[in-house]
């Protein structure tokens, strides 16, 4: 709390921020400060240049320094009261007998209470005067203190964020995020009251200095409470966005090339037949430190399955792990024209290069080098290879052969390692392998990538640390939230240690290629691989999609009325339209000259939804936040007999 001296004498607590007035009314912003005078009770307005710093200290330090005044006060009463005080006034040591109405025993005995009855069965209350201690969920006592008014309020400085989010929303309910709101509002007023705070050098320069420290705390102050309630509200929408991602994840297939997370029979069976010359035994490091032990090999390169197929036309090979949803565990996808270009690249001129990092194979399919390995399959092909055995044949011994045992194999093959630990096949560990790799790969397979890596956690804080800003235009220009996002990437293993040089500008910037980053990261944790495909190189379209991503979060926390599906098709939509080079609203009224009009093949959702994308920046985020308020209230089947009859999705899009 800061504590000014105005022109008038008086010592005032200054409020919740700064006003100023044109002549006809009050605005937001000026040099006017809302001030209270505990003297008087009173709230009044002095201006910032008629008032000077008096002294800093804590709501809670003033809510204790109250309470004292207050206990002096009652213990003065207290000790006249004992002493019997003047003439005719009662002790509180000796209390006399209580007067009883004429007639019978008093009110006691007119209401039938002379005796107490205690409740049958029910178990001993908490003495009158005494609080239940309140606790949070897993049965911490939460931290209490007296506010200015000496009540009980919580101590939200000696909880974690994730404990102030939990208590914040058990006594505040749905309103819980406009409750904390409010608080971030008032810290950042208060942080500007403090910043406004003159200090008076006419006078004494050791006055002056002390004024410094003082105003010098208060913004301190300020600023750790504007932070306090920042991370709770961080907290709250890590949980929340968490909430709606693990609900969404059960929507999915098994995709019908491999199974999730495992190599097929057939894989496993073909590797283990094939040939193979054991070498040394040697380990390799990962990006992130991890130390994998195990062996070298020189085996077939028919034996290994890698995760798409070169000669037919990059297609998910049979056998190999896939996720939820069907598409290959590799968190790269060759799809991109770049990744195969790269690809054939490798082909045409197989050499040394790929001794530097051999692949990593485990039951027949690759960890890491499954780019390399079709560049194999494809030089073995062309005849390109000749340059690799001259190099294999120049470094054996440093694998554990002799050039003589390579010559003599009796089959073309290529150097792999295998871990002795099996790992999971996941998206996840497959791009931890990537990143050893010197190939590049653009903005939309990036987004396509974190689409399969990113955890529900790690989305959450992702969205968490960006909503705090307000905005992603507010994040980008906020040092403090920019340096937080990283250290939570790099402490979830999203990124490494030596990748965080390449996002930075200076110190308290992102640069362009971070700034990407972001927001591929972004893209990939909410929408389709197909989605984010469409989308390319359309900077306004994703521009205007970032824009919307808490709302489309929140979407997914409601069940059969999230929009998912829509979302989806809505792209679709505003693709084809763009490729045929019209509007959508144009593109819907052409009839198609084949097949089914667009008007026939898209739903009305997914219209609205695409005319909103192609809409001003804002219209995609207001339409969902508008839909996600209406459809909430029967977001629940089990809340049908309540309401009636179910209303549809598109009676929420059309309201």
Known sequence: MVFVKDNKGRVLIVGAGDVAFDGEGRVRDGDMLTVYDPA?????????????????????????????????????????????????????????????????EGNE????????????????????????????????????????????????????????????????????????????????????????????????LNDAKEAEAQKKIAIEAAKAELELYTNIKKAMTEKKVKAGMEKASGVGSVGEVGSVGEVSVAVREKFEKSKKIPGRRGSITLPDGTKITGQYFYGEVSGLTPSHDPFNDFKQNEGFPVNEDGSSSNSRSYKDKDSRLFTEKIGRDFGGQALKNVPVVQDGILLSGNGTTMGKQLAERYGTDGKYYESLSENAEGFGWTPKQIEEAGFKGTVYFVPDKKMPLTSKTFDLFNRQETKSIGNTEQSVKNAKVLSTDEVSAIIAEIEGSGSLDAFFNNPTAINSLLKRLIDKGVIGLNEVAGLREGEDKLSAAGKDFVKNLLLGSVFSENTIRMMGADAMLKTKALNGIRAVTDNMKLGDYALMKEIDQAVQLLYEARQGGSGVDAYLRTPAMFGENAADRFDPISQAIALALEGKVED??????????????????????MFGERPTKEDFVSK
Do not use: C
């Open 40 to 104: 008087t009770r009173e709230m009044d307005f002095v201006h910032a240049k008629d008032v000077t710093l008096e002294r800093t200290t804590s709501s809670e330090e003033y809510a204790k320094d109250y309470q004292r005044q207050l206990e002096e006060l009652n213990s003065t009463v207290y000790a006249e009261m004992q002493s019997g005080g003047e003439e005719g006034q009662p002790s509180l040591t000796e209390p006399a007998e209580p007067t009883k109405p004429k007639g019978e």
């Open 109 to 204: 005995a007119l209401l039938g209470l002379s005796e107490p009855t205690k409740p049958v069965g029910e178990k001993e209350t908490t003495p009158v005067g005494e609080e239940p201690v309140a606790t949070l969920a897993d049965g911490t006592p939460v931290p209490m203190m007296k506010d200015s008014k000496g009540r009980e309020t919580a101590d939200y400085s000696q909880m974690t964020p994730e404990q102030g989010a939990e208590w914040m929303s058990s006594q505040f309910g749905e309103n819980a995020e406009a409750a904390v709101d409010g608080q971030i509002k008032r810290a950042e007023k208060t942080l500007k009251g403090a910043e406004k705070i003159k200090v008076d050098y006419t006078g004494d």
């Open 620 to 641: 995609f985020r207001e339409l969902m936040m508008a839909y996600n308020r209406n459809a909430a209230p029967y977001a629940d089947a089990n809340q049908t007999e």
